[in-house]
């Protein structure tokens, strides 16, 4: 899914940021139904397109950086 691809670029770019943030603003710029960008979210780990602690809870209003521990790039998007 190209979308699913374009969050995560973006999420990569915004790291230092609030993961809370980030998702709306992804859903602004893109003219999205609010809440798209956390499924979208949801789906990069589902696929293990970034990797998060799995035994801590995902606390949106934390920077990227202490949410996910590796970003993986050479997993393959083929649709949601």
């Known amino acids: 899914n190209t979308l699913a691809l374009e ?3 973006f999420i990569i770019k915004n790291k230092d940021k609030v993961l809370d943030e ?3 603003l992804f ?3 893109k003219n999205i139904e609010d809440g798209t960008s956390l ?3 949801r789906y990069l780990i589902a696929i293990k397109k970034i990797e998060i602690n ?3 809870k995902i606390i949106l209003d ?3 950086s202490d ?3 590796s970003f ?3 997993v393959y998007i083929e649709w949601l």
């Open 54 to 56: 799995m035994k801590e």
């Open 67 to 69: 949410i996910i521990i």
């Open 27 to 29: 859903d602004d710029i």
């Open 72 to 74: 993986r790039g050479d």
């Open 62 to 64: 934390r920077p990227i």
């Open 39 to 41: 499924f979208l979210f």
């Open 7 to 9: 969050l995560y670029e």
């Open 22 to 24: 980030v998702l709306v």
